[in-house]
C-alpha cells in the first residue's frame, strides 16, 4: 500500500499528457485559468475572455464556440 503525505500530489506534473506542453497550450491554460478566477462560467464568456486577453484563436483569428470547442476536443486527445 503506498501512503501519500499532504505535500506528495496525486498526479505528478502532465502525468496524463502524452508530449510536453506547448507554448500554445501553457498560454491557453493560463488564459482560462485567468477567466475561470474572474468567475466566468459559460461558453460565451470563455470565449468572450480570451478575445479580450488578445489571445488568438487557433487559425489566428477571434475565439468563436465553434473553434473552441472544437480545440477542446483536439487537446483532449
Known amino acids: 500500500m503506498i501512503t501519500r503525505t499532504a505535500r506528495e500530489p496525486y498526479l505528478e506534473t502532465h ?6 506542453i506547448t507554448p500554445y497550450e501553457r498560454k491557453l ?4 485559468s485567468e477567466i475561470y478566477s474572474g468567475g466566468v462560467d459559460t461558453l460565451d464568456g470563455v470565449v468572450s475572455g480570451l478575445n479580450d486577453l ?3 484563436g487557433p487559425d ?15 487537446l483532449g486527445k
Open 29 to 32: 491554460a493560463g488564459s482560462l
Open 54 to 56: 488578445g489571445l488568438h
Open 60 to 74: 489566428g483569428g477571434p475565439w468563436t464556440a465553434d473553434n473552441f470547442r472544437a480545440e477542446m476536443r483536439r
Open 15 to 20: 502525468q496524463t499528457h502524452p508530449q510536453p
